[in-house]
């Protein structure tokens, strides 16, 4: 089972719910702006994305924006980092998908070869 982690509005989530439907994939979502992500599965979710924690952050986003996050991120340390991300789920990148052994954070075409890749 995959497991899908984002907020439907989205295009990207929508778009990558889509792919996993048209491809077959049964998954399961958690709507990360709806209901508080648990700390623990964020962790988890960063260490095996071979992503820094900064890359978790929806950098295009309004929240990050206005809260000027860019010049704030490098001063802050991972403990902070991750009570932010937290804080509001719309400062999470989007969508994170679970495959358990593979991580994808968004979803793009490399993200979509790789999924495509690792299906065959």
Do not use: C
């Amino acid at each position: 089972m995959i497991h899908v982690y984002g907020y439907k509005s989205w295009t990207t989530v929508t778009k990558s719910l889509g792919f996993l439907k048209d491809h077959n994939i049964d998954y399961d979502f958690f709507d990360f702006v709806k209901n508080k992500m648990d700390k623990d599965v964020l962790l988890d979710l960063i260490k095996r994305s071979n992503h820094n924690i900064d890359d978790f952050f929806n950098s295009n986003g309004k929240i990050f924006k206005d809260e000027n996050l860019k010049e704030k991120l490098p001063t802050l340390n991972d403990s902070q980092k991750i009570d932010l991300l937290l804080s509001d789920g719309k400062l999470i990148k989007r969508p994170i998908l679970d495959f358990g052994k593979d991580v994808y954070l968004g979803f793009n075409k490399q993200t979509i070869a790789s999924i495509e890749a690792n299906l065959k």
